[in-house]
């Protein structure tokens, strides 16, 4: 007669489901839920079978080691380092020692038979750790036990389950156990046996269906290394990483809105050496250089994400955000998802505040990394490189270490800070850290060597997705803004950005979208070189000239991951950055301008001066509408034409406007509408709408001309300001006359607003004047503006501003 299922030693993934937590644990339930339920859905799982909780409370019973464990963490300590290794050391030990039941070891080697049958004779299989607390929504259990990879052969499988069911006490789950409030025998351990995927001839990683760092919701994350997945999860490299926006990914396109590449300097692998059957090995240059997965890849795998997070969703009946393991098979090139639990930090989140952690102060920066979460730490450096001296470190105290050791945790949790060599920002110090609440900065390559114990530091995380490191203790400010009760203005609040970075957490003030997405942080910071030297990159390397083939060197070096046609460098990378941008303000307008480099500005990219000119007055020289249809640089231009039109079509974000700049005639404004159709930008196509920023008096007193041409108009209060008072606002001698507020300026601010309302046209402002005056911005209310655009920092207040004066003007809000 059949034993009852609560009483079956081995259950295999297709008897089980998510509602089996108690009986197989956390992550063998989930694995069973997506075999069962989502492989006809086209994600690729993993065969295998759990040993259930059963089959580990029935050994602790049959060998009667109970009352032994129960006596070595007698009088345990959690906060006393050497204490917590000591009893831990003991159980543990135990349990290694203790010989299975008979009918515990055949039901193992009667799986693991069965899976050689499936696959091949001597299968390798993974032996993971499933609790049965694992992953409850406040209580993160994963990565608490241990993981066997490459596991061949029956007396080595049944050794790995020993150490397997062991390791439900490591040090670190006994401490995390004693915080989280569960007794030591609260927990039962169920293991994973798995087929394993040849990732160790390909590639693996972890993905998150929201952005880590911000809960944005509309991002999956994926991160990822040559080799097998643990060196991602352990935090022992730094991975690749790339974003997929999800509500255009659900139509049918190729939103890749984020790549980056890691260094990935060493990958884990196979060995023939049954004690030792993984080991770390050096990448080669080619594979650091190279990006780990496809386009094609990246979006299957964001697709699976989608699946897996909607289903999960839908069983919950709440929107659960999902935390993945993947891996792609060297021999078949077949991609698998390896594991699924829910993320427990943001989906925890439901405050209605948002906290800006902001420098007061500046110091010489000691060195950067990637930056996790947005806040601001300091206190003394402690350098620890191995878990001998973790007893000497003190509450306050910011971690300095290569990377973190999961047995750590219980000095991660008095920490200030935290700082890695290595690691990205879905490792184990990323996401530990991230659950304190705490600093942290991963992958700096350099931290043990470039900082020193007890020398006081503050790292920052609240300047982008770039951490800094600065020396000594600087002054700092917390502002936090209540997002209850902030009213709505029928004057649209926008916002200007320019870093891709900030998208997804500045989206979260509420906004109407962004009237100014300015291209030049994104050409600077994540291109850095001169658009005519990429097209021209075959013959510069043909050039016999050392400065040349400096500039080629650098070139080779920034253009990792693009061996081809070096112009697809920077389509690409522009087309991500706006894209970012665009995902983050989806599905309200986002106003892209135009580069609106000066000549000197241009110059100081990588073989920039090769290609511009040297101008007395690069103010109102060769720069914006004037450069676009100039045979000279038109072929330039048409990389950011086709960067837009990647951005808008092949992802999808239709949301994207275009704003042409610095226009100083309408005879000029159309043949840039001629230029950026020849390279695909069509007006009207597509639903592209073509805006000209107001910027030259020539723009307001020909208003109606220029209306003719483009679809909106957006103001430029900064250089109508000094192109009308006859100044140069970078000019210590006539600063002190600089005033968007002067009367003549406000004139031709209030003409340019009633002729755009006279001719049904689209009109804003983009300029600084709003942001700084208060005063500034109700002027613009009473003249009738549709939209203001502001900083981020001050849009509540500005919003706060404009609605006390719409009531004052009976101006009645559209709630709609």
């Known amino acids: 007669m059949a034993l009852k299922r609560e009483k079956e030693l081995i259950l295999w993934f297709d008897e089980i489901g998510i509602g089996d937590v108690p009986l197989v644990g956390g992550k063998n339930a989930s694995l069973g839920e997506m075999y069962q339920r989502l492989t006809s859905k086209g994600v690729n799982i993993p065969g295998g079978f759990a040993i259930t909780a059963y089959a580990y409370r029935y050994l602790i019973a049959e060998a009667k080691i109970e009352q032994a464990i129960k006596d070595a963490l007698e009088g345990l300590n959690t906060h006393d380092m050497e204490n917590l290794q000591k009893r831990g050391e003991k159980v543990r030990s135990i349990i290694r020692n203790t010989d299975f039941p008979p009918d515990l070891t055949q039901a193992i080697l009667d799986g693991y038979r069965k899976m050689e049958e499936i696959y091949t004779k001597g299968v390798d299989v993974a032996v993971r750790s499933s609790a049965t607390a694992e992953d409850l929504p406040d209580a993160s259990f994963a990565g608490q036990q241990e993981t066997f990879l490459n596991i061949r052969g029956e007396d080595p499988l049944i050794d790995a389950c020993k150490r397997c069911f062991a390791s439900l006490f490591t040090n670190r789950a006994i401490s995390y156990r004693h915080d989280k409030g569960f007794g030591q025998f609260d927990v039962y351990l169920s293991i994973a046996i798995q087929k394993m995927i040849r990732s160790d001839q390909a590639s693996a ?46 139509q049918g396109k190729r939103p890749i809105v984020g790549k980056r590449i890691g260094s990935k300097e060493i990958k884990m692998i196979y060995t023939d050496d049954p004690n030792e059957p993984v080991e770390n090995i050096s990448t080669t240059p080619q594979e650091r250089d190279s990006f780990i997965l496809t386009d094609d890849e990246i979006l299957t795998l964001a697709q699976w994400t989608c699946i897996i997070e909607d289903h999960y969703s839908q069983e919950a009946g709440f929107f659960k955000p999902m935390d993945l393991e993947w891996a792609k098979d060297g021999d078949k090139g077949e991609l698998f998802i390896v594991q699924a639990r829910p993320e427990t930090v943001h989906s925890q989140q439901k405050e209605k505040t948002i906290e800006t952690y902001v420098l007061k102060e500046t110091a010489p920066v000691i060195l950067t990394g990637q930056a996790v979460g947005s806040k601001i730490g300091q206190g003394t450096a ?435």
Not at 230 to 250: C, H, I, M, S, W
Not at 542 to 570: H, L, N, S
Not at 706 to 727: E, K, P
């Open 382 to 816: 402690h350098i620890i490189e191995d878990s001998a001296h973790i007893g000497e470190f003190k509450a306050g105290e910011v971690l300095v270490t290569t990377m973190t050791d999961p047995d750590w945790e219980p000095i991660m949790k008095i920490a200030s800070g935290i700082v890695t060599n290595k690691g990205g920002r879905t490792c184990h110090a990323a996401i530990i850290s991230r659950e304190l609440g705490i600093p942290c900065i991963v992958g700096t390559e350099h931290a043990t060597e470039k900082l020193s114990t007890g020398k006081p530091i503050t790292i920052s995380c609240a300047q982008g997705e770039t951490g800094y490191i600065y020396e000594g203790l600087l002054a700092f400010d917390i502002d936090r803004l209540d997002l209850e009760n902030i009213p709505k203005t029928k004057t649209k609040i926008m916002m200007n950005v320019g870093i891709p970075e900030r998208a997804f957490m500045d989206c979260q003030i509420p906004n109407e979208g962004v009237g100014l997405a300015r291209e030049e942080f994104i050409i600077n910071s994540h291109i850095g070189i001169h658009p005519l030297a990429l097209i021209h990159y075959d013959e510069l390397k043909e050039r016999d000239d050392p400065e040349i083939k400096q500039i080629v060197k650098r070139i080779d070096e920034m253009t990792a991951g693009y061996p081809g046609d070096k112009k697809e460098f920077f389509i690409s990378k522009l087309s991500q950055g706006i894209g970012r941008i665009a995902a983050g303000f989806f599905p309200n307008d986002v106003i892209v301008r135009l580069s609106d480099f000066k000549t000197n500005e241009y110059a100081n990219l990588i073989g920039g001066h090769l290609y511009e000119p040297v101008e007395s007055n690069p103010m109102i020289g060769w720069r914006g509408a004037s450069r676009y249809y100039d045979e000279k640089f038109k072929e330039a231009f048409g990389l950011e034409c086709k960067a837009l039109l990647k951005a808008r079509d092949e992802m999808g974000l239709t949301n994207i406007k275009v704003m042409v700049p610095f226009c100083r005639t309408p005879e000029e404004g159309e043949k840039v509408v001629d230029t950026m159709a020849e390279f695909g930008l069509v007006q009207g196509e597509n639903d592209l709408e073509l805006y000209v920023m107001c910027e030259i008096p020539s723009n307001v007193i020909s208003a109606d001309r220029f209306a003719d041409i483009f679809d909106g108009f957006s103001i430029g209060s900064n250089d109508l300001t000094q192109l009308t008072l006859g100044l140069d606002r970078d000019s210590d001698l006539v600063s002190h006359i600089f005033d968007e507020r002067n009367d003549a300026v406000k004139a031709l601010v209030k003409q340019v607003i009633d002729v755009a309302k006279r001719r049904g046209r689209k009109i804003g402002i983009c300029g600084q004047a709003p942001s700084d005056f208060p005063e500034f911005a109700t002027f613009l209310v009473e003249c009738g503006i549709d939209s203001i655009s502001l900083i981020p920092d001050t849009v509540v207040k500005t919003r706060l501003a404009i609605a006390k004066k719409e009531e004052e003007m009976g101006i009645k809000v559209d709630e709609g």
């Open 205 to 250: 990683g972890v993905i998150f269906s929201i952005d880590t760092e911000t809960g944005f919701k509309d991002a999956v994350f994926i991160t990822g290394s040559w080799g097998l997945g643990e060196n991602v999860v352990q935090g022992a490299v730094n991975p690749d990483e790339y974003y997929v926006f999800k509500p255009t990914l659900r």
